[in-house]
Nanobody
């Protein structure tokens, strides 16, 4: 099993930045994809960004491209989501997740992820 623990959420003004962290423990992340999803209450969990751990390839939802960056620290088994130029519409609970899929479009679908963190709230005020 893989255990995922997110941190770094909070309240920020529009235009500000936050960095989310997701520390993984348990099995190796080699061969897996790590991703960030977000969810607004009453809506489906939405793909934000993904990183294939072995190859280091990154993928982004179009509405965060250029503003968000997903990265990793191999030694710490941690994936990050740097969020810049935040907008009120970025307000959501952000989840870290892990899957064995390494190809699009499968990695954009929440149903394909077997391991999830508990989520961290990000609130962007206008």
């Amino acid at each position: 099993q893989v255990q995922l623990l997110e941190s770094g959420g909070g309240l920020v003004q529009a235009g500000g930045s936050l960095r989310l962290s997701c520390a993984a423990s348990g099995r190796t992340l080699s061969g897996k994809t790590m991703a960030w999803f977000r969810q607004v209450q009453g809506e489906e969990r939405d793909f934000v960004a993904a990183l294939t751990w072995s190859a280091g390839n990154t993928y982004y939802r179009d509405y965060v491209t250029g503003r968000f960056t997903i990265s990793r620290d191999n030694a710490k088994n941690t994936v990050y989501l740097q969020m810049n130029s935040l907008k009120p519409e970025d307000t959501a609970v952000y989840y870290c997740a892990s899957t064995l899929l390494v190809n699009m479009p499968g990695m954009t679908r929440a149903i394909n992820y077997g391991y999830w963190g508990q989520g961290t709230q990000v609130t962007v005020s206008s």
